[in-house]
Nanobody, 115 residues
C-alpha cells in the first residue's frame, strides 16, 4: 500500500520559515519524481516545486529564491524548506509522487501565514 505522509504544517507570521517533510512508503522512491503542490481556498491546486530522480528541480515563479526542495532517497523523504513566507503562501500543501502514469498524493498539511 502506497502512503505519502506530510508533516510540518503550522501557523506562522509573515517573514517566517518552515520546513515541510513527506515520508513515502510502498513505492520505489528513488525512481519517482517527487513534488510539492498547494491549494489555497477557492483556488486550483498548483505546483510549488518538484525534484526528479536525477535531482533536477523546478519551482513555481512565485516561490523561486524562497523555497528549496530536496530529497533523501535513503530515508524515502522529500522536504520543502520555505523561507520569507508571505500571506499568499497560505494553503494546504500536498506531496505527490509521479512515475509515468503512476501518481500518488498525500493527505496534505496546512500552512497558514498571518500576522
Amino acid at each position: 500500500q502506497v502512503q505519502l505522509m506530510e508533516s510540518g504544517g503550522d501557523l506562522l507570521q509573515p517573514g517566517g520559515s518552515l520546513r515541510l517533510s513527506c515520508a513515502a512508503s510502498g513505492i520505489a522512491f528513488s525512481i519517482y519524481t517527487m513534488g510539492w503542490y498547494r491549494q489555497a481556498p477557492g483556488k486550483q491546486r498548483e505546483l510549488v516545486a518538484d525534484i526528479t530522480s536525477s535531482m533536477n528541480t523546478k519551482y513555481a515563479d512565485s516561490v523561486k529564491g524562497r523555497f528549496t526542495i530536496s530529497r533523501d532517497n535513503a530515508k524515502n523523504t522529500v522536504s520543502l524548506q520555505m523561507n520569507s513566507l508571505k500571506p499568499e503562501d497560505t494553503a494546504v500543501y500536498y506531496c505527490k509522487a509521479t512515475y509515468y502514469s503512476r501518481n500518488y498524493w498525500g493527505q496534505g498539511t496546512q500552512v497558514t501565514v498571518s500576522s
